[in-house]
C-alpha cells in the first residue's frame, strides 16, 4: 500500500457497528505505509487490505429510513465490485466469534452457518493458484497491513500467479485447501463476488460521496434553517476521518491509533502520535506530540481529550494561537467550554509574534469568549519588557473592534493648570446604539472632576451628551462645571428637529480645563434649537432659537452677539420649462440684547434670471428686489421705532471659454483660457439710522469677489455701480484631473460708494491672484495674495506648500500674513520617519511680528510588531498672554488595549495629512 490509510467514520448519532473483522497481519511492518479503512455512515463497515482481500458484510439496517437502506447497499456494491475488477477473485466469509471456515482462492464465496456457497469460480474468472489467510472474527480486532496489496491510493494488484504468504493470526490455521461449508445453522446466504467484468476503478484513494445521515446534500441546510458557520453545528453530526500508521480495537466501540495520527471532523484537526477514538461516546483521547486546529485556533500539548459532538474538552501544558486575534500564549491547561468558549489556566496572552514577547497579560484564569467577543483575566499582571506595568484583580479586554462594557484603561498626564491628571473611565455598553462613559478624573491641585458622556444613534435621529464637574475647586474655591449636548433627529413627513446645548460655570473654565470638553480656544457658546420643514419640491422653512454665552478674555473682550429669540425662514425656488430661474427668500427674527437695541426684523428678498449657457460661453441677467422692515424697541430719544427700505439690485454675469492641447510638465492635457465679467448696479439709499443687528464687512477674497452686496447679513445693503473682471487658466489632465489653476480677479468702482459701514471708498479694489495644484504626485502648492495698488503692500498673502513623498511622510509650510488683523506667522508642520521604527511628529506656529511661538506640538512615535509608544507635548494659548501646556504619555498594546492620555485628537487637527502609524501599508 502506497501513502496514507484512513478511516471514515460516521456520527455516533448515526452509525451503528454490525460486527468486527479481523485481519491477518504481518510483523514486517512497513512504518511509513499506512492502512486505509473506509467506515461510512450508513451503518456499514468496509476494510481494504493490502492483500487486495475484502472483507465485507451487510449486517441487518433497522428500517427507519428506506433510502438510507437503498443508498448504502448500493455504494457498499460499487465500491466492492470496482475494487475486485483489478484484484484476484477472492472473498472471504465473516463469521460471528466462535464460528469458523476455510476459504481458497480457487473459488469466490461468503457464506453463513448451515449454507454452503459454490465451489466453482464466477463465470468468466479465472482461479488464482495461491492461498489467501484466514482466520475467525475476533472482537477486538486487530489491523495490520500485509506484505503485498492493492493499494488503497490506486496502485496495482499483485498478479494473480504470485502466491501470498501464508500468515496466521493468533488463534488462526493456514488454509491451504478448497472451500469448505460451515456448519449449517443460523444460515444466511450472500452473494458469490468475484470479476464479474465491473471495469477497474480510477487511480486515487478508493472513496464514495457519503450524504448526511437525513439524506440533505452536504452544506445544504434543511428548509427554513439558517446554515451554520463552517465548521460549526453543521460538522457534529458528519463523519470522521481518522487515520494512522496502526490500528487496533473494536470499530463498534473504540478504535487505537498509534504514530502519525491524524483525526479529523468538520473545522477540528487532531495530530497526535497515539491517540483512541471512542465511537460510542464520540471522544478522542490522545498523548505524545499532541497538534490540535480548532475553528482556525492553533494549539498544542502533552495531552488532550476532547468530545467531538460538543467541543467541551482539555488540553495540558499546551501553547496556542488564536486566529481571531492574532494572539498566543501558553499555560498549564487550556479548557474548551464549548465551540465559542475557552479558558486558560495559569497561562500567558499576547498578540505578540515570538516565543519571548515584548509584552503578555499573565493571569490565573483568562476566559476567552468568541461569541461576545470578549476576554476577561482574573489576577491579571500586565508585564512590559519584563517589567509589570498594570495589574487588577479583574480586566476585561475586546477580542475584535466590538464594543463591550467594562473599566477602560486609565489615562494619565500633566498639565501647567492643574498639575498631574489621572483618570480611569468606565464604560457602559447599553445597547449596540446607545452607550455611556464615566470618567472620574484625579486633578492634583484642584480635586476629583466627575465627568460623563453619552451617545445615542437610533432610526432618523442621533445625539451626544458631555457632562463634567468639580466641587470645590481647591485652586478658586468655587465649584467649576460644563455640559456640551447636540441631537438631530427626523419627524418625518419632512419634518426635522435640531437642538445645541452649551455652558460653563465661569469665564475661566476653559483656561483651567484646557483638556475637556470646553476647548481652550472656545470662548463663544451657542444654544440653538429649530425646527425645519422641506417639501422636497421647491419650498422649505425652518424656525430656531439662539442663545449665547461669552467666556469673556478681560486682556481682550469680544463683543455679544444678538439673541435670536426666534428667527423664522422661508425659501422657495425652480426653473420653469423655459430656462427662467426664481426664487424668493423671506425671513423673520426677534433681535435681543442686553444693553443694545433690539427689535424684529423681516425681510423678503425676491429674484428672478435667465441663464444662457453655452458650449463656448455663458450670460446670466438677473433683477432682484430687497425689501425689509425693522419694529425696534429701546431705541435712543427721537429716533423712530418703525424704519423700512427697499431696494432693487440688477446684475449680468458672463465669460468665455477657451480650450487647447497643451503641455504641464511632459504630460499631455488641456488648457483652457476662461475671461469673466460681473456687472452688480444697486442705487444707493441712506441707511445711518438702521441697526445693525448681524452685518460685518465681507471677507474680501475670490467667492466674494463676485458677489452683489460687499456686506455679509441684512442690515446693510450697499450702493453698487462696479464691474469684476477675473480670468482664469486651468490645466486639466486626459484623465480629467485638475492638475493645475491659476486666476486673478479685481473689481471696479464707476461711483464712489456712499454705504461703507467703516470700510473704506475705493475705485478699484484690491488686486487677487490665486495659485494651486498638484504639481506632482508628491508636491503640492496653494497660494493666494491680495494686492493694495494703492498702498503699493501686500494686505494679505498666504504662500502653502506639501510634500508627501510617502505613507507617513509629510511636510507642511505656509507663510500667513494679514496686515488688517496685525498677523503674520510661519507654520510647520510634519511627519517623518526618523531612523529604525521612530517617527517624529511636530508642528510650529510662530509669530513673526512678536518674536515669539505662539502654538507648538511635538512629539515622538515608536512602532514596534505588537505595540505603539507615543510620547507628545503640546503648547496652546487659552487667553491673551495665557499659555496652557500639556504632555500625553501613551503605550498601545495591539489587541489589548491602550495606556496613558491619547493624542490622536492633538495630532490631527494640528498635522494636517497625519496618517496613524497603527495603519501600516
Known amino acids: 500500500m502506497q501513502g496514507a490509510a484512513r478511516a471514515v467514520l460516521p456520527s455516533r448519532h448515526t452509525a451503528t457497528a454490525l460486527g468486527a473483522a479481523e485481519f491477518p497481519y504481518n510483523k514486517g511492518f512497513i512504518s511509513k505505509n499506512r492502512l486505509q479503512i473506509s467506515i461510512h455512515g450508513l451503518r456499514h463497515l468496509l476494510f481494504m487490505t493490502r492483500s487486495a482481500t475484502i472483507f465485507g458484510r451487510v449486517g441487518h439496517i433497522p428500517n427507519k429510513n428506506f433510502r438510507d437502506n437503498l443508498v448504502a447497499r448500493t455504494m457498499l456494491g460499487a465500491l466492492v465490485a470496482a475494487a475486485m475488477a483489478s484484484m484476484p477473485a477472492v472473498a472471504h466469509a465473516q463469521n460471528q466469534p466462535g464460528d469458523t471456515a476455510e476459504r481458497t482462492g480457487s473459488g469466490a464465496s461468503a457464506a453463513g452457518a448451515g449454507t454452503t456457497a459454490p465451489a466453482g469460480n464466477a463465470p468468466g474468472t479465472a482461479a488464482p493458484t495461491g492461498t489467501a489467510p484466514t482466520g475467525t472474527a475476533s472482537s477486538d480486532t486487530t489491523f495490520q497491513s500485509a506484505p503485498t496489496t492493492t493499494s488503497a491510493q490506486g496502485t496495482s494488484a499483485q498478479s494473480p500467479a504470485t502466491s501470498a504468504p501464508s500468515t496466521s493470526a493468533p488463534g488462526m490455521a493456514p488454509v491451504t485447501g478448497a472451500a469448505e461449508a460451515p456448519p449449517a445453522s443460523n444460515a444466511v446466504s450472500a452473494p458469490a463476488i468475484g470479476s464479474m467484468g465491473v471495469p477497474t476503478p ?316 470646553t476647548a481652550a480656544s472656545q470662548r463663544l457658546l451657542e444654544n440653538d434649537v429649530a425646527l425645519s420643514y422641506s417639501s422636497g419640491s421647491f419650498w422649505s422653512a425652518s424656525a430656531h432659537a439662539s442663545k449665547y454665552q461669552i467666556l469673556q478674555d478681560p486682556a481682550a473682550p469680544i463683543a455679544r452677539p444678538y439673541d435670536r429669540l426666534p428667527q423664522a425662514t422661508l425659501l422657495a425656488g425652480r426653473t420653469t420649462d423655459k430656462g427662467i430661474t426664481w426664487s424668493v427668500a423671506s425671513e423673520f427674527t426677534r433681535f435681543w440684547h442686553p444693553d443694545l437695541v433690539r427689535g424684529d426684523r423681516s425681510v423678503v428678498n425676491p429674484r428672478v434670471s435667465y441663464p444662457i449657457i453655452k458650449p463656448g460661453y455663458f450670460i446670466t441677467p438677473s433683477f432682484s428686489v430687497h425689501a425689509t422692515n425693522y419694529m425696534l424697541d429701546n431705541q435712543v430719544p427721537g429716533a423712530p421705532n418703525t424704519l423700512n427700505r427697499v431696494l432693487p439690485t440688477a446684475s449680468l454675469d458672463t465669460g468665455l471659454i477657451f480650450e487647447r492641447d497643451a503641455k504641464f510638465l511632459g504630460k499631455e492635457g488641456t488648457q483652457t483660457l476662461e475671461p469673466r465679467l460681473f456687472y452688480v448696479y444697486t442705487p444707493y439709499r441712506d441707511q445711518s439710522q438702521f441697526p445693525n443687528f448681524d452685518t460685518a464687512l465681507a471677507d474680501f477674497n475670490f467667492s466674494q469677489v463676485f458677489a452683489e452686496n460687499r456686506f455679509s447679513g441684512n442690515d446693510r445693503i450697499s450702493d453698487a455701480n462696479q464691474l469684476t473682471a477675473a480670468i482664469t487658466s486651468r490645466f486639466i489632465e486626459s484623465n480629467g484631473v485638475e492638475r493645475m489653476r491659476f486666476a486673478l480677479a479685481q473689481r471696479f468702482y464707476f461711483n464712489d460708494q456712499l454705504v461703507t459701514n467703516g470700510a473704506p471708498i475705493e475705485t478699484k479694489s484690491d488686486l487677487l491672484a490665486a495659485a494651486s495644484g498638484q504639481i506632482t504626485t508628491n508636491f503640492s502648492i496653494d497660494t493666494s495674495v491680495q494686492y493694495s495698488q494703492s498702498l503699493r503692500t501686500f494686505q494679505r498673502a498666504v504662500y502653502g506648500v506639501r510634500w508627501q513623498p510617502g505613507p507617513k511622510k509629510i511636510l507642511n509650510v505656509q507663510y500667513r500674513k494679514d496686515v488688517p488683523t496685525a498677523l503674520e506667522l510661519i507654520d510647520a508642520s510634519g511627519q517623518w520617519p526618523i531612523g529604525g521604527r521612530w517617527y517624529a511628529v511636530g508642528r510650529v506656529n510662530y509669530s513673526l511680528l512678536e518674536k515669539k511661538l505662539a502654538e507648538g506640538l511635538g512629539g515622538v512615535e515608536y512602532k514596534a510588531d505588537c505595540w505603539i509608544f507615543r510620547a507628545v507635548v503640546q503648547r496652546i494659548p487659552t487667553a491673551a498672554g495665557v499659555v496652557a501646556s500639556a504632555l500625553f504619555l501613551q503605550l498601545e498594546l495591539s489587541g489589548l488595549s491602550k495606556f496613558g492620555s491619547n493624542p490622536m485628537q492633538a495630532l490631527r487637527t494640528y498635522v494636517p495629512g497625519y496618517q496613524p502609524i497603527t495603519n501600516s501599508p
Open 202 to 517: 480510477p487511480t486515487g484513494p478508493a472513496s464514495i460521496p457519503i450524504p448526511p445521515p437525513s439524506g440533505v446534500p452536504p452544506g445544504v441546510p434543511p428548509s427554513g434553517a439558517i446554515a451554520p458557520k463552517p465548521g460549526g453545528a453543521a460538522d457534529k453530526n458528519g463523519p470522521t476521518s481518522v487515520s494512522a500508521e496502526r490500528m487496533t480495537g473494536r470499530p463498534d466501540r473504540d478504535i487505537v491509533l498509534e504514530r502519525e495520527v491524524e483525526i479529523i471532523r468538520g473545522a477540528n484537526v487532531i495530530n497526535a502520535d497515539r491517540a483512541t477514538y471512542d465511537i460510542v461516546n464520540d471522544e478522542v483521547e490522545a498523548v505524545g506530540n499532541v497538534r490540535m486546529k480548532r475553528f482556525n485556533d492553533r494549539y498544542t500539548g502533552d495531552d488532550l481529550k476532547l468530545k467531538m459532538d460538543t467541543g467541551v474538552g482539555y488540553v495540558d501544558n499546551p501553547t496556542y494561537r488564536m486566529d481571531t486575534s492574532r494572539a498566543q500564549g501558553k499555560a498549564e491547561r487550556v479548557d474548551f467550554e464549548g465551540d465559542d468558549r475557552t479558558r486558560v489556566q495559569r497561562g500567558t496572552y499576547s498578540t505578540c509574534e515570538g516565543p519571548d514577547p515584548d509584552w503578555y497579560l499573565k493571569s490565573s484564569v483568562l476566559n476567552i469568549d468568541k461569541a461576545s467577543g470578549t476576554g476577561t483575566a482574573s489576577n491579571a499582571i500586565v508585564i512590559f519588557k519584563g517589567v509589570p506595568i498594570l495589574g487588577s484583580p479583574y480586566m476585561s479586554f475586546p477580542l475584535s473592534t466590538e464594543r463591550k462594557s467594562g473599566v477602560l484603561p486609565p489615562t494619565f498626564g500633566t498639565t501647567n493648570k492643574g498639575g498631574l491628571e489621572l483618570m480611569v473611565p468606565y464604560y457602559f455598553n447599553i445597547a449596540p446604539n446607545r452607550d455611556l462613559t464615566l470618567y472620574p478624573k484625579i486633578i492634583s491641585q484642584r480635586g476629583v472632576q466627575i465627568g460623563a458622556d453619552g451617545r445615542y444613534l437610533g432610526q432618523g435621529y442621533a445625539g451626544e451628551t458631555k457632562v463634567e464637574g468639580l466641587l470645590n475647586d481647591r485652586l478658586s474655591g468655587t465649584n467649576r462645571y460644563a455640559i456640551s449636548s447636540s441631537h438631530n433627529q427626523s419627524l418625518g413627513s419632512g419634518f426635522s428637529f435640531s437642538s445645541k446645548i452649551n455652558l460653563a460655570s465661569d469665564d475661566n473654565y476653559p483656561n483651567d480645563f484646557p483638556s475637556t470638553i
